[in-house]
């Protein structure tokens, strides 16, 4: 006689409910994704509002422009989301895709109306559309609900052709470059807003469906490709803003802040030391850049090649990295820390004082080295415009570019310096040291590379920012931007490079408070108050 366990009754109970429900609810929730996509598309061909002023043009029929392509994208997915739904694949869950597009739809088309209607004085200026695409946002919403009550099981993702798997990468990071140069060249808040949102939701969806999962297993299994063509699209983003320096000035700050947010993800993710002081190494090498520049305010009368300069800054600021690493490394936890933050707010304060009356005239002190004049690489002059297949790329996008290869030498080195026996100690050294020590891992030898490894890269790129910026003062160099390095480590992922690039962006990004000016092509950090 058999007997039935108590968890074998309540398994058979679940799948029975389950099934129950897919019997009954198994053919609405795609139709009314279905329905509800279908009406989003069609609100896209309608007018949002009378005045032509609010939201871009979205006054407009048979024209869609701004949100009403924001909607009708939304309800591409919709559609398709719920015709997944109903063929039920093994390796995707439509259902809880669709239940982000539910979410994010209602948020998106109520805070466009909103929008229309305080803009434009009352939602009875709110045209046929956008009640269109209230109506299919509501049939979304609840196709999600109803999609809730049973989700699939994934159990594997599908193995494609090489050449289809290579095809997604190449199609997502089109899409990635496409929408990069569309949002930056965004006029007005709100219709920002409705994209934020709408590209949230569309990513939620994405991600929640399983989606997110199988790009990241397609992107494991060629990482080259993938690599390559994320190098590619950061190399042809100059060519999508028309000759503009607007966001090219943000761009080359970003991938400063990246290539020394690398740099510490050296010292900090790998070797697993806190270093709140790390900004000082960069700001090493950009004062070691300005004083053998082409200034007239330089302090030293040397004047060799770049080339030159930047070997000097890697070598000053590993230097410094050493001296200050041979005494303070002996310490961990939170008196390295102190440690290295005192090192940071010394570095500050001596280049106030090496001013010709507190000590040797080096930095000018707090009026720094300004006349920094553009670089000039056998003949080509970084401060002047070049045009490239009928495209102009000003000051700034020559500094990208040449940053471009600075990121890559980075990632480069740390990735072969992660893949070493001495990136395996590091990672020994930051798991548990005492172990590691008793393994007969160098536990202070190999910190102490790690500190001049990190020092080095921060130098390097310490150069390139002095010319890029043409002046050097010691208020650039602050604790908060130490803060905000390390933020950029921890946020993208200690110990990973595409991680602390999509951080570093995160980060740079969000403190920028005012709007880049198209004619000057300076940003917050560069813009003086009556700008």
Same mark, same amino acid.
Not at 36 to 62: E, T
Not at 88 to 93: D, E, F, S, T, V
Not at 244 to 267: C, E, P, R
């Given at each position: 006689?058999?007997?039935?366990?108590?968890?074998?009754?309540?398994?058979?109970?679940?799948?029975?409910?389950?099934?129950?429900?897919?019997?009954?609810?198994?053919?609405?929730?795609?139709?009314?994704?279905?329905?509800?996509?279908?009406?989003?598309?069609?609100?896209?061909?309608?007018?949002?509002?009378?005045?032509?002023?609010?939201?871009?043009?979205?006054?407009?029929?048979?024209?869609? =422009?701004? *949100?009403?392509?924001?909607?009708?994208?939304?309800?591409?997915?919709?559609? =398709?989301?719920?015709?997944?739904?109903?063929?039920?694949? =093994?390796?995707?869950?439509?259902?809880?895709?669709? +239940?982000?597009?539910?979410?994010?739809?209602?948020?998106?088309?109520? $805070?466009?109306?909103?929008?229309?209607?305080?803009?434009?004085?009352?939602?009875?200026?709110?045209?046929?559309?956008?009640?269109?695409?209230?109506?299919?946002?509501?049939?979304?919403?609840?196709?999600?609900?109803?999609?809730?009550?049973?989700?699939?099981?994934?159990?594997?993702?599908?193995?494609?052709?090489?050449?289809?798997? *290579?095809?997604?990468? #190449?199609?997502?990071?089109?899409?990635?470059?496409?929408?990069?140069?569309?949002?930056?060249?965004?006029?007005?808040?709100?219709?920002? #807003?409705?994209?934020?949102?709408?590209?949230?939701?569309?990513?939620?969806?994405?991600?929640?469906?399983?989606?997110?999962?199988?790009?990241?297993?397609?992107?494991?299994?060629?990482?080259?490709?993938?690599?390559?063509?994320?190098?590619?699209?950061?190399?042809?983003?100059?060519?999508?803003?028309?000759?503009?320096?607007?966001?090219?000035?943000?761009?080359?700050?970003?991938?400063?802040?990246?290539?020394?947010?690398?740099?510490?993800?050296? #010292? $900090?993710?790998?070797?697993?030391?806190?270093?709140?002081?790390?900004?000082?190494?960069?700001?090493?090498?950009?004062?070691?850049?300005?004083?053998?520049?082409?200034?007239?305010?330089?302090?030293?009368?040397?004047?060799?090649?770049?080339?030159? !300069?930047?070997?000097?800054?890697?070598? !000053?600021?590993?230097?410094?990295?050493?001296?200050?690493?041979?005494?303070?490394?002996?310490?961990?936890?939170?008196?390295?820390? *102190? !440690?290295?933050?005192?090192?940071?707010?010394?570095?500050?304060?001596?280049?106030?004082?090496?001013?010709?009356?507190?000590?040797?005239?080096?930095?000018?002190?707090?009026?720094?080295?300004? =006349?920094?004049?553009?670089?000039?690489?056998?003949?080509?002059?970084?401060?002047?415009?070049?045009?490239?297949?009928?495209?102009?790329?000003?000051?700034?996008?020559?500094?990208?570019?040449?940053?471009?290869?600075?990121?890559?030498?980075?990632?480069?080195?740390?990735?072969?310096?992660?893949?070493?026996?001495?990136?395996?100690?590091?990672?020994?050294?930051?798991?548990?040291?005492?172990? +590691?020590? +008793?393994?007969?891992?160098?536990?202070?030898?190999?910190?102490?590379?790690?500190?001049? #490894?990190?020092?080095?890269?921060?130098?390097?790129?310490?150069?390139?920012?002095?010319?890029?910026?043409?002046?050097?003062?010691?208020?650039?160099?602050?604790?908060?931007?130490?803060?905000?390095?390390?933020?950029?480590?921890?946020?993208?992922?200690?110990?990973?490079?595409?991680? $602390?690039?999509?951080?570093?962006?995160?980060?740079?990004?969000?403190?920028?408070?005012?709007?880049?000016?198209?004619?000057?092509?300076?940003?917050?950090?560069?813009?003086?108050?009556?700008?």
């Amino acid at each position: 006689m058999s007997t039935t366990t108590l968890p074998e009754v309540l398994d058979t109970s679940e799948l029975s409910r389950r099934d129950q429900m897919r019997a009954r609810y198994g053919t609405l929730a795609p139709l009314l994704a279905i329905g509800g996509g279908v009406l989003l598309l069609l609100s896209g061909l309608l007018s949002w509002s009378y005045d032509d002023r609010i939201l871009g043009d979205i006054s407009i029929r048979f024209f869609p =422009a701004g *949100i009403q392509i924001y909607a009708m994208v939304i309800g591409v997915v919709a559609i =398709a989301l719920g015709a997944l739904l109903r063929v039920r694949p =093994a390796w995707l869950n439509p259902g809880r895709g669709l +239940a982000a597009v539910g979410w994010g739809s209602m948020v998106f088309v109520v $805070v466009a109306l909103v929008t229309i209607s305080r803009q434009a004085g009352g939602s009875v200026n709110i045209n046929e559309g956008g009640w269109v695409a209230l109506l299919g946002a509501l049939l979304v919403f609840a196709a999600g609900w109803v999609a809730r009550r049973f989700e699939l099981d994934v159990r594997s993702w599908p193995r494609l052709p090489g050449w289809a798997e *290579i095809l997604i990468i #190449v199609v997502m990071m089109a899409v990635l470059l496409f929408t990069t140069a569309y949002t930056l060249g965004l006029d007005d808040s709100w219709t920002f #807003v409705c994209l934020l949102v709408a590209l949230l939701t569309i990513a939620v969806a994405l991600v929640g469906s399983g989606f997110g999962e199988y790009i990241g297993f397609v992107g494991a299994n060629n990482r080259r490709v993938l690599l390559l063509s994320a190098l590619l699209v950061a190399f042809l983003f100059p060519f999508t803003q028309d000759g503009s320096d607007a966001n090219m000035s943000i761009a080359t700050q970003i991938l400063i802040f990246a290539a020394t947010a690398l740099g510490l993800n050296i #010292v $900090v993710g790998l070797a697993g030391l806190l270093d709140l002081g790390y900004i000082a190494f960069l700001g090493t090498g950009a004062y070691v850049g300005a004083m053998l520049s082409q200034s007239t305010f330089a302090t030293i009368g040397w004047k060799p090649p770049f080339i030159i !300069v930047m070997l000097c800054g890697m070598a !000053v600021a590993s230097t410094f990295g050493l001296i200050i690493g041979s005494p303070t490394l002996r310490v961990s936890g939170d008196y390295l820390a *102190i !440690v290295t933050l005192g090192f940071g707010e010394i570095f500050r304060l001596a280049m106030f004082n090496l001013d010709g009356t507190n000590g040797p005239d080096l930095t000018n002190g707090p009026n720094g080295i300004p =006349a920094i004049p553009d670089l000039n690489f056998f003949g080509f002059d970084f401060g002047k415009v070049h045009t490239v297949a009928g495209i102009p790329l000003g000051r700034f996008s020559n500094y990208y570019f040449l940053l471009l290869l600075l990121i890559a030498f980075v990632i480069l080195v740390f990735s072969r310096l992660n893949d070493s026996r001495i990136g395996r100690g590091w990672v020994a050294i930051r798991e548990d040291e005492r172990a +590691a020590e +008793a393994m007969g891992v160098n536990v202070f030898g190999l910190k102490l590379l790690a500190f001049a #490894v990190g020092a080095a890269l921060a130098g390097l790129a310490g150069t390139i920012k002095a010319h890029q910026d043409t002046s050097v003062t010691p208020d650039q160099y602050i604790f908060l931007e130490s803060a905000f390095l390390l933020a950029a480590v921890v946020l993208g992922g200690m110990g990973t490079v595409a991680g $602390v690039l999509v951080g570093a962006t995160i980060l740079k990004l969000l403190p920028r408070s005012c709007v880049t000016r198209p004619t000057t092509g300076c940003c917050s950090s560069g813009c003086s108050s009556s700008s």
